[in-house]
C-alpha cells in the first residue's frame, strides 16, 4: 500500500509517494509559472495547478510505477489565500489572485472600518492578502467575472474537483479566507453579506482528515490509476506542513525560513490575542486551531545584503560569519525590507542598519541581518508563548533550515533548542500523505508519528545574555525610526497604488 501526498505550491509543485511505514518512496516536483502583469499583481491560470499535478504524477509513474499502481489514498496540501472564480459550468471566469497579489489593499483598508468585530471573528485583520479583499477588489473592479462567479474555490480545491468532481474545501483553507468565523468553524455571514456573496458560492466545509470524495473514472484511466481511490479534503499548505511534522498536539512549534517567516504554534481552542497582531487560524485537523508569527522578511535579507556587497556565494560568506565567532554584531538591523505583519501590520515598514562606521565590512553587516531576522523571530515568539506555552524543541524548515550558522544564531536568539527535521523540505506533502491515510481508515496518532530529527541545534548559552541586551534596543528600533521617517517625509504613501 501507498499513499500519495500533492502540495499545490505557488512556485511549484510537488507529490511524494508513501508506503504503510511512512517511508519516502519517490518524490517529484514541478515548477510552476506566476503571471505578474503590473507592480504588485500576482496571478496564475488554475489549470496550471492541475497540469503540475499531471506532470508530477508521470514521473512517479515512470520512476516508481509498482508503487504508484499501489496507491490507496490521495491528499492535497496547497498554497493559501489564492482564490479561484468558477462559473456554473466549473470554468474559470479569470485568472487566480495569489496570496501576493497587493492590488486589494485599500479594499483591506475599508473592510477594517466598514465590518466591526472582523479580526476577531476571522482571526486576522484585514489584508490584502486574504480572499475577502481580493474578492472586493474583484466586484469593484471586474464586475463581468464578480457577476459570473458561481463558485469560490481555493487552489488545492480546485485540483480536488478535478479529481473527484467535488466541490468542497476544508477548514484551515477556509480559516485563510477571511470570509471564515474560527471559533465555530462555519462561514461569517458579516462579511459574506457585507461583499455580496452568497454562501452557497462557497464550498461544503469538510476536517482535512475526512474523505471528500473518490478518484473519478476518466481522471483515473488517464492518471494510470484505480478508480474510486480516496480522496482526502486536505488543508493549507501551512498546517498540513505541521501535520508532516507531526505537530498536532498544542504548544507543539515550527519555524519556516523561506523568502520571509513564519512561527507557528499548535493550540486547542481558538484564543486570538487582543491586539489581533497574531494570525489566529483553524487547523486542517478536527478540534485544532494555531497561531502564526507572520513574517515578511526572511532569507530574502541575506539574498539582499549578499548582492547589495557583491557577494555570490552566500555559504562562503556565512562561514565568514561563523569565523568571528558566537557574539552580536556590533551593527542593528531593522529587517523591514518589504514591509511587516507580526507585529506591526505597516506595510510602509522600513529597513534600516544602525551603528554603521568606515570599519565596517559585508560580514558585520550580513551578520546584522542574520540577527536581525532572528530577533523579528524572537518578537514572534515573545507573542506567541504569551497566547501558548511553547512546548519542547522548535522545528525549523525552509532554506534557511539549511544554515548552520543562520540555525545558531536564532537558537541563541529565541533561547530554545531547535531541530531540523528529515525530509523537512517535503513536510507539507507528506503531511497531505498523512491526511490521505487517515482519510482511508488510519488513526491520528497512527498516521501522524513525531519527525524524525535530521541535526539539532542548541542555543549558546554563555552568548544569550549579550543577545538580550541588543533584543531590548532592536525592540526600540521601529517605534523610533516610524517617528523619525513620518517626521521627515521619508515613506512612500502606498495606499490605493494599485487599485
Not at 539574498?303 to 568571528?324: F, K, M, N, T, Y
Not at 546584522?368 to 524543541?393: K, T, Y
Amino acid at each position: 500500500m501507498t499513499y500519495l501526498g500533492l502540495d499545490i505550491g505557488t512556485t511549484a509543485t510537488k507529490a511524494i509517494l508513501v508506503d504503510e511505514r511512512q517511508s519516502v518512496v519517490a518524490t517529484a516536483t514541478v515548477p510552476s509559472r506566476i503571471d505578474q502583469p503590473g507592480p504588485g499583481l500576482s496571478e496564475q491560470d488554475p489549470e496550471t495547478w492541475v497540469d503540475g499535478i499531471r506532470q508530477a504524477l508521470a514521473r512517479l509513474r515512470t520512476t516508481a510505477p509498482e508503487p504508484y499502481a499501489a496507491i490507496r489514498a490521495i491528499g492535497l496540501s496547497g498554497q493559501m489565500h489564492s482564490i479561484a472564480l468558477l462559473d456554473d459550468r466549473l470554468r474559470p471566469v479569470r485568472p487566480a489572485l495569489l496570496w501576493n497579489d497587493t492590488r486589494g489593499q485599500a479594499q483591506a483598508g475599508r473592510l477594517q472600518q466598514d465590518v466591526p468585530g472582523l479580526g476577531r471573528a476571522t482571526g486576522v485583520r484585514p489584508m490584502a492578502s486574504f480572499s475577502a479583499a481580493k474578492l472586493l477588489w474583484i466586484r469593484e473592479n471586474d464586475p463581468a467575472a464578480f457577476a459570473a462567479m458561481r463558485h469560490v474555490l481555493w487552489a488545492k480545491d480546485y485540483v480536488r474537483l478535478w479529481l473527484t468532481g467535488e466541490l468542497a474545501t476544508d477548514m484551515s483553507d477556509a480559516a485563510g479566507s477571511q470570509l471564515f468565523d474560527q471559533e465555530n468553524r462555519t462561514w461569517y455571514n458579516p462579511i459574506c453579506d457585507y461583499l455580496g456573496l452568497g454562501t452557497d458560492r462557497l464550498p461544503i466545509l469538510r476536517e482535512g482528515t475526512d474523505r471528500a470524495g473518490r478518484l473519478r473514472a476518466d481522471v483515473a484511466r488517464d492518471l494510470g490509476l484505480a478508480p474510486g481511490v480516496t480522496v482526502a479534503t486536505g488543508g493549507g499548505d501551512t498546517p498540513v506542513g505541521a501535520v508532516g511534522l507531526g505537530q498536532v498536539e498544542a504548544g507543539q512549534s515550527f519555524i519556516s525560513l523561506g523568502t520571509g517567516a513564519v512561527y507557528v504554534t499548535v493550540q486547542d481552542g481558538y484564543a486570538p490575542d487582543a491586539e489581533i497582531r497574531l494570525h489566529s487560524f483553524a487547523h486542517c485537523i478536527p478540534r485544532r486551531w494555531y497561531q502564526m508569527a507572520a513574517m515578511l522578511n526572511g532569507a530574502s535579507c541575506l539574498a539582499w545584503v549578499a548582492a547589495l556587497c557583491h557577494e555570490s556565494d552566500i555559504p562562503a560568506l556565512l562561514r565568514r560569519v561563523q569565523g568571528r565567532g558566537m557574539r552580536p554584531s556590533r551593527v542593528l538591523f531593522l529587517p523591514y525590507l518589504r514591509g511587516e505583519r507580526t507585529p506591526y501590520h505597516d506595510t510602509d515598514a522600513r529597513g534600516a542598519f544602525i551603528g554603521l562606521d568606515a570599519s565596517c565590512d559585508a560580514v558585520d553587516l550580513a551578520r546584522a541581518v542574520l540577527e536581525g531576522v532572528a530577533f523579528s523571530l524572537r518578537q514572534g515568539q515573545d507573542l506567541l508563548a504569551g497566547q501558548q506555552p511553547i512546548a519542547g524543541p522548535v522545528a525549523l524548515i525552509g532554506g534557511g533550515a539549511r544554515s548552520t550558522e543562520w540555525a545558531g544564531i536564532i537558537a541563541t536568539i529565541l533561547g530554545r533548542e531547535l531541530v531540523v527535521p528529515r525530509h523537512a523540505e517535503h513536510a507539507c506533502a507528506i503531511g497531505a500523505a498523512r491526511l490521505a491515510m487517515v482519510a482511508d481508515g488510519w488513526p491520528m496518532a497512527d498516521a501522524t508519528p513525531p519527525f524524525a530529527v535530521e541535526k539539532t541545534i542548541v542555543p549558546d548559552r554563555d552568548a544569550m545574555p549579550l543577545y538580550d541586551e541588543r533584543y531590548a534596543c532592536f525592540r526600540d528600533l521601529y517605534p523610533a525610526l516610524q517617528s523619525i521617517s513620518r517626521n521627515a517625509g521619508l515613506q512612500d504613501d502606498l495606499s490605493g497604488k494599485f487599485s
